[in-house]
DNA sequence: CATCAGGAGGCTATTATGGCTTTAGATTCG
DNA sequence: CGAATCTAAAGCCATAATAGCCTCCTGATG
């Protein structure tokens, strides 16, 4: 379960956009947010490979976002931007091999599932227009 | 909004000993677990410090949970493993400082503020009796 | 007093964060 | 139409923070 701040810098980013007309740049975007510009770049990248935002090039540019906002769920955001979803113990043996082993991660793992579980359906619920509207 | 592997490895070792009836060793729990010793050894002070475990030193020594599981909230974990609550936007001006900048950062403030609130009350409520009970 | 396990600190490796430069696609203007 | 300009896309490199390793010290147990 590992969030950086990529994460942090994204939603803050996504929090903006949805309260813009227009595309916005990403040096626009890095001044009015004080992140560092070459950083949040990547970022917006990331979203927009994962449909979230959409970009535009040359001038008048800049990103936009590519969905509704109840569309977009926290777990969205989280996933494709730290490269995989939150997950509570990512070491983890998968349920099958697990019987396999013989450490106790084995005798917790129902209780990790239950945990990711919560988490997930969490995150999932979480949207942008919850954060967004008024 | 970063969590790191401490907060994992943490309550990976939570859920372990909420079934053990006798203190167990940071050696058992990092072999258990496939957490490295070192570091989790640090993790089970902050937990202790915290009030979260009890330590025992000497033979037949280790670390016992200190609280009833229900009184261990997924909040406490983490603020405590990571040094610092959970917060959305670490680096964002106070509400009360926030009219005097000019970014736009204040503008979205109200939202992260709510963001916040809902993030801090679902962990507050997460229990690791909610994960570990049957 | 010998042994066991936690407490504390320093040191290294890995990863995240941030800076910089170049390339490519799109727009504007002459 | 073509050149200049604008901004995203993509890469490489430096720094900072995290993750993990090792050793010595301290207190408890038998």
Redesign the pocket.
Known sequence: M?I???S??AILSLILLSSAKE???????SRELS?????L??I??SL??AGILK?????????ALDKETQDISMLDVMSCV??KAPAVFECAPSEKNCPSEQASVCSIWPFLHKLQGKIDSFLQDLTLADIVEE
């Not at 992140?35 to 950083?39: A, E, L, M, T």
């Not at 970009?55 to 990103?63: E, V």
Request: glycine share 12%; net charge positive.
């Open positions: 590992l950086t701040r990529a942090e810098y595309p916005m740049d990403s040096e626009t975007l992140i560092p510009k070459s950083f770049a990547k917006l990248q927009a490979k970009s535009y090039k040359g001038a008048k540019g800049g990103f730290e490269g």
